[in-house]
């Protein structure tokens, strides 16, 4: 007990320090608000009438968010946005999509054991098989007009043509032996296969969504913060 006298005020030391280290230690920045505008004409496309483009331009703020060292807000055109990026998606093709199925018989050796002497015996395995192949194309034009505002501002504009191609190779029965497969095909299953929508995104993150995000982010991770207009 003796020592308690001694022990209580180096805890309370060891307590204040470290409430004076944490409270020491500056919150981080928050990222600053930029609104931005997506205008977006499909006019001149007939096969984008199907397309949702108000999920389309929120898929595509996100993307453009990611990384970057300001928060995108989007806004109406009318609210002056300090970013407008115009968007002219003058063709947008999607090619009908294709299933083929064909049958194959296969045959692979396999090891299913072992000799006198120890080397390995061999056995031919058979089996048919039903692999589908599905296809689905798809092209687009995109014409892309970015402008910030300010000092000391940018003007970019680039016309983007993407080609995607949609395949997808599965197993669908099998009579005989599995082990005559490729076990890297029989592991591959069926997969969510694109929808409209999802064609045109893929088009536009192939090279336009990578370029206009580089651009933004040169831009605001300038060292000298860009002046508001």
Same mark, same amino acid.
């Given at each position: 007990?003796?020592?308690?006298?001694?022990?209580?005020?180096?805890?309370?030391?060891?307590?204040?320090?470290?409430?004076?280290?944490?409270?020491? #230690?500056?919150?981080? %920045?928050? #990222?600053?608000? *930029?609104?931005?505008?997506?205008?977006?004409?499909?006019?001149?496309?007939?096969?984008? +009438?199907?397309?949702?483009l108000?999920?389309?331009?929120?898929?595509?703020?996100q993307?453009?968010?990611?990384?970057?060292?300001?928060?995108?807000?989007?806004?109406?055109? =009318?609210?002056?946005?300090?970013?407008?990026l115009?968007? +002219?998606?003058?063709?947008?093709?999607?090619?009908?999509?294709?299933?083929?199925?064909?049958?194959?018989r *296969? =045959?692979?050796?396999?090891?299913?054991?072992?000799?006198?002497?120890? #080397?390995?015996i061999?056995?031919?395995?058979?089996?048919? *098989?039903?692999?589908?192949?599905?296809?689905?194309?798809?092209?687009?034009?995109?014409?892309? =007009?970015?402008?910030i505002?300010?000092?000391?501002?940018?003007?970019?504009?680039?016309?983007?043509?993407?080609?995607?191609?949609?395949?997808?190779?599965?197993?669908?029965?099998?009579?005989?032996?599995?082990?005559?497969?490729?076990?890297?095909?029989?592991?591959?299953?069926?997969?969510?296969?694109?929808?409209?929508?999802?064609?045109?995104?893929?088009?536009?993150?192939?090279?336009?969504?990578?370029?206009?995000? =580089?651009?933004?982010? +040169?831009?605001?991770?300038?060292? %000298?913060?860009?002046?508001? #207009?």
């Amino acid at each position: 007990m003796k020592y308690l006298k001694y022990i209580l005020p180096l805890l309370l030391l060891t307590v204040m320090a470290c409430n004076s280290s944490r409270s020491g #230690k500056s919150p981080r %920045t928050p #990222k600053r608000e *930029v609104p931005i505008a997506i205008n977006i004409d499909a006019e001149n496309s007939r096969t984008i +009438n199907f397309i949702n483009l108000d999920y389309f331009r929120l898929q595509l703020i996100q993307d453009l968010d990611q990384f970057q060292e300001v928060n995108f807000l989007l806004v109406d055109p =009318s609210e002056n946005p300090e970013v407008v990026l115009n968007l +002219n998606i003058s063709s947008f093709t999607l090619w009908p999509r294709d299933e083929r199925m064909a049958r194959r018989r *296969v =045959s692979r050796n396999i090891a299913v054991g072992t000799d006198a002497a120890g #080397k390995p015996i061999y056995q031919t395995v058979t089996a048919t *098989v039903d692999i589908v192949e599905i296809q689905r194309r798809s092209n687009a034009r995109f014409e892309a =007009s970015l402008l910030i505002k300010g000092t000391p501002g940018l003007k970019f504009q680039r016309t983007f043509v993407p080609r995607y191609n949609y395949v997808d190779t599965y197993v669908n029965s099998v009579q005989g032996d599995t082990r005559a497969i490729d076990p890297r095909l029989m592991t591959r299953g069926i997969n969510i296969e694109p929808v409209e929508s999802d064609f045109l995104l893929l088009l536009a993150r192939q090279e336009m969504i990578r370029r206009l995000s =580089s651009e933004l982010r +040169n831009y605001y991770d300038a060292p %000298t913060e860009p002046a508001k #207009k």
